[in-house]
């Protein structure tokens, strides 16, 4: 009984710990990127698939949190208001790669789409120096010339361990998109 009682006060630590994170999380969001979150292209996103059955509006919302969480559990100082708007916008490409139909984008995508992310975010916000490098070298060593900045590198970390748990198929979307469930 000791054993039970035990087991199940840690599992109620760890289920509120994670629910404080979130919290903590859904804050930074609303403070440094509301206009991101409420955009209709980013909202737009959820009806592209990244990796698997990924939604490219949650894999840039699980770069973000993971962003956040290597930059604390790293100690790294960086800015997290730049750090969360580049991982919401590094793949900002608003296309589906997937289509075979649309020129050379699906077999090159991972070399072309930094780029095409980075003029899509332009047009529609202000951009700092460092969102600017968060969101063209994130496919570094794709990319050739690796991020200037230490939030680009976190997010370039974040972007790999996610999609290699999308891959692996080892944390999954829905599968499909909101126009597709709406049918």
Same mark, same amino acid.
């Given at each position: 009984?000791? =054993?039970? #009682? ?7 630590? #760890? ?7 979130? #919290? ?40 973000? =949190? ?5 930059? #604390? ?111």
């Amino acid at each position: 009984m000791k =054993d039970y #009682k035990l087991k199940r006060q840690k599992n109620l630590d #760890k289920y509120r710990r994670q629910y404080e994170e979130r #919290k903590e999380f859904h804050k930074l969001l609303k403070e440094y990127a509301s206009d991101i979150i409420a955009s209709e292209n980013f909202r737009n996103t959820r009806n592209y698939i990244q990796h698997g059955s990924m939604p490219v509006y949650r894999h840039c919302m699980d770069v973000a =949190d993971q962003s956040i969480k290597i930059s #604390k559990l790293l100690r790294v100082n960086c800015n997290e208001r730049e750090l969360i708007r580049g991982a919401l916008l590094h793949d900002y490409f608003l296309y589906d790669w997937h289509d075979k139909y649309r020129d050379n984008y699906q077999r090159l995508h991972g070399f072309y789409h930094p780029g095409i992310a980075l003029r899509n975010a332009q047009k529609e916000y202000s951009l700092s120096d460092r969102e600017k490098d968060i969101i063209k070298k994130h496919m570094w060593p794709l990319t050739i010339i690796p991020p200037a900045c230490r939030e680009a590198w976190i997010v370039t970390a974040a972007d790999k361990y996610c999609s290699l748990l999308e891959t692996l198929k080892l944390r999954r979307g829905s599968g499909k998109t909101r126009m597709e469930i709406a049918k």
